[in-house]
């Protein structure tokens, strides 16, 4: 059975730093695609940041280009989230097993097969 775990939200001032993370247990990330979506309340979710196995070739919304950075272990994955932005705040949920393309993952919440639950992330200005 496929578990996931997020944790590591929380408040921050804009300008801050936060690094959730998601601990898997039934499956080893680097068998598969991860990445992280996010979710304001009454809007869709959204791709953030993924992480393919082979290579580990990464790739960002662009959005958080240059201010996040995916991660991941054997059993897990890490967003560092520097300079931190209200627009930022949402619910940050982990996923496994996106669907390829070329080099990349695809950042499409339908891709994906496993979710972890959600870890609150609110940046304050």
């Known amino acids: 059975q496929v578990q996931m775990v997020a944790s590591g939200g929380g408040l921050v001032q804009a300008g801050g730093s936060l690094r959730p993370s998601c601990e898997a247990s039934?499956?080893?990330?680097?068998?598969?695609?991860v990445g992280w979506f996010r979710q304001v309340l009454g809007k869709t979710r959204e791709g953030v940041a993924g992480?393919?196995?082979?290579?580990?070739h990464k790739n960002y919304a662009e959005s958080v280009e240059g201010r996040f950075t995916i991660s991941r272990d054997k059993n897990t994955m890490y967003l560092q989230m520097d300079s931190l932005e209200p627009e930022d705040s949402g619910v940050y949920y982990c996923?496994?097993?996106?669907?390829?393309?070329?080099?990349?993952?695809?950042?499409?919440?339908?891709?994906?097969?496993?979710w972890g639950q959600g870890t609150q992330v609110t940046v304050s200005s």
């Open positions: 996923a496994a097993a996106l669907k390829r393309v070329g080099t990349s993952c695809s950042l499409d919440p339908a891709s994906a097969s496993y």
């Open positions: 039934g499956l080893t990330f680097d068998h598969y695609a």
């Open positions: 992480i393919v196995t082979m290579g580990g």
